[in-house]
């Protein structure tokens, strides 16, 4: 069985032959979750995959609160898709959709995706 640590890995950005990313050049909305790499600099951060909407989370080392597990499939998910699981309280995770987007298309059934 799984465990929450096997959807885990790691971002390595390296600036050893670049300008690097100064904190100047990130768009204020983006200010405080983009990792900053400086020049001649090479960092390693942790990611974390959502198991609901596939997507890659660099983890913030200064964040403070937990990551979202969910209740029903016990995988890490993303701030997104917790407030998701929240409003509608339905464990939806992508491979689940795959599955019956393929029964869909097998059975000849219309296909209709909601996000």
Avoid at 1 to 16: A, E, R, V
């Amino acid at each position: 069985m799984k465990n929450l640590n096997s959807h885990t890995g790691y971002l390595q950005i390296d600036h050893s032959n670049s300008p690097g990313i100064r904190a100047e050049d990130i768009p204020v909305r983006l200010r405080g979750i983009t990792p900053i790499v400086g020049e001649g600099e090479v960092k390693e951060f942790d990611t974390k995959n959502c198991t609901h909407c596939e997507s890659n989370i660099v983890l913030n080392p200064l964040r403070t609160r937990n990551r979202e597990i969910c209740p029903h499939c016990h995988h890490y998910i993303c701030d997104r898709c917790y407030q998701i699981l929240k409003a509608t309280g339905q464990c939806i995770p992508f491979k689940k959709i795959v599955d019956k987007l393929f029964d869909s298309v097998v059975k000849g059934e219309p296909l209709i995706i909601i996000p």
